[in-house]
């Protein structure tokens, strides 16, 4: 399993999930909007989503169903920046 950044992370961008990745499987660029969760690399140990100040971190089968496609998009998004 992994987790999940959705919506709620648009244009807020906090990067306090960043800080606590034990992994250091969080990332962005500066032109993307949210922060993504690299699905290869997250080890599930949830100490991202605490600190998420807008409830956008999901482990993934908790994901609202409204939410479903940001699994697909953080797993493309590092499929398209393979650096990160």
Do not use: R
């Given at each position: ?45 949830a100490a991202c989503e605490p600190v998420?100040?807008?409830?956008a971190i999901f482990d993934e089968p ?10 697909k998009l953080n797993a493309d998004w ?7």
């Amino acid at each position: 399993m992994t987790f999940v950044i959705a919506e709620p992370c648009i244009d807020l961008k906090d990067a306090g999930c960043v800080e606590v990745c034990p992994v250091d499987c969080i990332a962005t660029t500066d032109d993307d909007n949210m922060y993504f969760i690299n699905p290869v690399e997250c080890i599930d140990c949830a100490a991202c989503e605490p600190v998420c100040p807008v409830t956008a971190i999901f482990d993934e089968p908790d994901l609202p169903e409204q939410w479903s496609s940001y699994s697909k998009l953080n797993a493309d998004w590092f499929e398209n920046h393979p650096d990160a």
